[in-house]
T-cell receptor, first 114, second 113 residues
Framework: AQSVTQLDSQVPVFEEAPVELRCNYSSSVSVYLFWYVQYPNQGLQLLLKYLSGSTLVESINGFEAEFNKSQTSFHLRKPSVHISDTAEYFC????????????FGKGTKLTVNP | EPEVTQTPSHQVTQMGQEVILRCVPISNHLYFYWYRQILGQKVEFLVSFYNNEISEKSEIFDDQFSVERPDGSNFTLKIRSTKLEDSAMYFCASMGRGEYGYTFGSGTRLTVV
């Protein structure tokens, strides 16, 4: 079984500041890792994923996440946020092979202030 | 970009009534899912569906729940006799062959009164 912990339920930052949203996971098997974003009144959108290979993965809008196997973490970072990044961010894991179900963290609400 | 479409966006129902939540997955996708999020809690897996049958379900998905793909395009979740604790946002998702991440719909907010 897997579990995901997102330690910060809310993260307020000012525009153009850097941000890190933390995600730690627990699993007895190897996993795939995902970050999803939910903008107000919208569904969950895949932001980026780690499947294998390079531990640093990037999205098209400037976010990146680094898989750290020893620390069982997959933190999401952006060097300079925009007001339009205000949303809720969900970390999720899925086992490699076997079950396809995603196990989600509770989410982190990122609020970017002017 | 292809979308997963869910209807209605918001449904209010009386306790004990049956509800059907509807989803149109992406047309060439083969794997279908329902998740739910009770207010303030995690997004939780309910069921996965492949090749016209349930491939996995959670302990939440009891006999009150059923899923169906009646016509090759729609994917429905039925709750037979709703309870207050079924109030949640329900998300449908689909995935294509060889993919690893799902495409989610915008959700249906179900309120049981």
């Amino acid at each position: 079984a897997q579990s995901v912990t997102q330690l910060d339920s809310q993260v307020p930052v000012f525009e153009e500041a850097p941000v890190e949203l933390r995600c730690n996971y627990s699993s007895s098997v190897s996993v795939y890792l995902f970050w999803y974003v939910q903008y107000p009144n919208q569904g969950l959108q895949l932001l980026l994923k780690y499947l294998s290979g390079s531990t640093l993965v990037e999205s098209i809008n400037g976010f990146e996440a680094e898989f750290n196997k020893s620390q069982t973490s997959f933190h999401l970072r952006k060097p300079s946020v925009h007001i339009s990044d205000t949303a809720e961010y969900f970390c999720a894991v899925r086992s490699q092979g076997g079950s396809e179900k995603l196990v989600f963290g509770k989410g982190t609400k990122l609020t970017v202030n002017p | 970009e292809p979308e997963v479409t869910q209807t209605p966006s918001h449904q209010v129902t009386q306790m004990g009534q049956e509800v059907i939540l509807r989803c149109v997955p992406i047309s060439n996708h083969l794997y279908f899912y329902w998740y739910r999020q009770i207010l303030g809690q995690k997004v939780e897996f309910l069921v996965s569906f492949y090749n016209n049958e349930i491939s996995e379900k959670s302990e939440i998905f009891d006999d009150q729940f059923s899923v169906e793909r009646p016509d090759g395009s729609n994917f429905t979740l039925k709750i037979r006799s709703t309870k207050l604790e079924d109030s949640a946002m329900y998300f449908c998702a689909s995935m294509g062959r060889g993919e690893y991440g799902y495409t989610f719909g915008s959700g249906t907010r179900l309120t049981v009164v």
